[in-house]
């Protein structure tokens, strides 16, 4: 098995028999209208891995984990004239990333159930997914020539890595996500001193939950993958230049881990796209020419910048009064459609303001509680969430050539919270797609009725819990303790007070811990172990 690194979470996957192309992210325009860019340049790629999709004799799979565009990218796929190999993709409830390859006229779709596998000669690959709420992900592995490559990308199945391991045996090559992927807290108003500290909560939760999952499945080569991405946009590459923010680089991470799992850890690589690794021997057999250091990287970031000038050219647009006019009441009927979807709507007690840069005293409240969207000349409310965007921006939106997810990940926009309290429901409804909404509430409610409990220890102390986190259904008893009372969860690192009834700081949802009393010796259950938390 050889295995070229194409950049970002992209993965050129070579058995004796067959050829997996895995999230090939090489369109020069990038993701999330420009936003992101890949980071090193990946785009002299694109014809080694059309060749190979076209024309290789092996059995041809091109697997796509989930729809979030530097993982899925259309401008690339287009580019592809042969479509004769197999795509194989998550079995979603939400079906747009099928209907798309549908009418792409790929000639055949495999939509894999969780843990199904798909075989080929001397082989197969697997896919895990994960569904719920905005949360529609998939993990790969591939099984072949005696080796095994585990890519969980983007998708959090931390709780579910002991099950994985002892099914499949050994993992030789293991990558997970290690920089951000969210818009919080980078486009939040804080102060400077308050972005840092989100930031390095953030990242150093990211960095525990990849040096777990790696005293879990014990690889013999961690890849560094799935991030950073970079911010070419004049009006965001300062967000590159951060001395804290959450798109750490690798060799940020490798001195986590080789401080925290100590004599444990296994060959750290980070790659440059075109280099490739041996699985057999867990070693790079080619090298990219182009590396990419600590010493050089403000340079090629700027360099990389100006050859990307002409795109950023080409987005910009400026707005007649009367087009913003339009958008303005676009995304008012927008949010009344969104609103009369959205069944969890009496859960949200803040309102929500949006506005447009280009009309500050036309701010549109939606009010949840009384189910009303309406026009006012200021925030008037002490709790609440704001979100301010060019109307330019989110016209792309409106007109469907982002969805809302892909917008809130392009940066484009500025947010603030009173309290600042993280709302699951809020961000759902501001991140789903009308056809969406209805399905997300329902899977939320299907989440929240699992009501299995379960016993952990903690400070010497027994507590009874929920089983299963309310935010999206991981398994608490793979989660671990921190400081004596937190119980964490191994997916979203959320925190959950058992000294105080099991309740989340960040968001007051809970898992209704219960005191048993102090452990004793003849009644230790298996529990995570007490670790320093993460730095």
């Known amino acids: 098995m050889q295995i070229t690194f194409l950049g970002h979470a992209g993965f050129l996957i070579e058995t004796q028999h067959a050829l997996v192309v895995a ?9 999330f209208d420009s936003a992101w860019m890949q980071f090193p340049r990946n785009h002299d790629l694109a014809p080694m891995v059309r060749e190979k999709l076209e024309h290789s004799p092996k059995e041809r799979f091109l697997y796509i984990s989930h729809e979030h565009k530097d993982h899925y990218d259309p401008d690339f796929l287009r580019t592809l004239t042969k479509r004769d ?78 099950a994985v391991v002892a099914e499949e045996g050994p993992i030789d090559i293991f990558t997970a996500q290690f920089s951000g992927a969210i818009w919080h807290p980078t486009c939040y108003d804080y102060s400077r001193e308050a972005y840092a500290e989100h930031s390095r909560q953030k990242r150093g939760s990211k960095f525990e939950a990849v040096a777990r999952a790696m005293e879990t499945v014990r690889p013999r080569v961690y890849l560094a993958s799935a991030g950073p991405a970079c911010f070419l946009d004049p009006s965001l590459f300062h967000i590159n230049l951060e001395p804290v923010n959450i798109f750490p680089r ?36 080619s090298l990219a020419p182009e590396r990419v250091t600590e010493e050089n990287v403000s340079q090629y970031l700027r360099s990389y910048a100006a050859l990307q000038t002409r795109v950023f050219r080409e987005r910009r647009r400026n707005l007649m009064l009367e087009e913003v006019d339009r958008i303005h009441l676009r995304l008012r009927e927008e949010m009344q459609q969104k609103l009369e979807a959205f069944s969890l709507a009496d859960r949200v007690m803040t309102p929500l303001y949006l506005g447009l840069l280009e009309l500050p005293g036309q701010l549109i409240r939606v009010d949840f509680r009384s189910r009303r969207v309406e ?161």
């Open 375 to 535: 026009v006012v000349s200021e925030v008037r409310d002490l709790s609440r969430y704001t979100f301010i965007s060019s109307a330019a921006d989110i016209v792309r939106v409106l007109d469907r050539k982002l969805n809302w997810e892909d917008f809130l990940l392009s940066f484009r926009f500025r947010a603030s919270r009173s309290p600042d309290v993280y709302d699951a429901s809020l961000h759902n409804f501001l991140a789903a797609e009308i056809e969406d909404l209805r399905a997300m509430c329902d899977t939320t409610l299907a989440t929240e009725s699992r009501k299995e409990r379960t016993v952990v220890t903690a400070g010497g102390q027994r507590y009874a819990v929920n089983r299963y986190c309310p935010h999206q259904g991981a398994d608490l008893r793979e989660g671990w303790v921190e400081e004596g009372r937190y119980l964490v969860c191994p997916r979203h690192r959320w925190r959950f007070d058992l000294q105080d009834g099991g309740s989340c700081g960040t968001n007051g949802c809970s898992i209704k811990a219960e005191c048993l009393g102090r452990e004793k010796d003849d009644e230790k259950r298996e529990a995570s172990a007490e670790r320093p938390p993460a730095m």
């Open 250 to 285: 690798a060799s940020e991470l490798f001195t986590f881990l080789q401080h925290r799992l100590a004599g444990q850890t296994p060959r750290l690589l980070e790659p440059m796209p075109g280099d490739v690794l041996d699985a057999g021997i867990g070693d790079m057999v």
């Open 23 to 31: 999230d090939p992210w090489l369109s020069p325009h990038g993701a």
């Open 85 to 162: 190999f197999t795509v194989v993709i998550g079995r979603f409830r939400r079906t747009a990333l099928r209907d798309e390859f549908v009418a792409y006229g790929a000639k055949r779709i495999i939509t894999c159930e969780d843990s199904q596998e798909v075989p080929f000669k001397g082989g197969y690959l697997k896919l895990y997914l994960t569904d719920s709420g905005t949360n529609r992900d998939s993990a790969l592995l591939v099984q072949a020539d005696g080796h095994c490559f585990l890519n969980l990308n983007d998708c959090k199945i931390h709780d579910r890595l002991p």
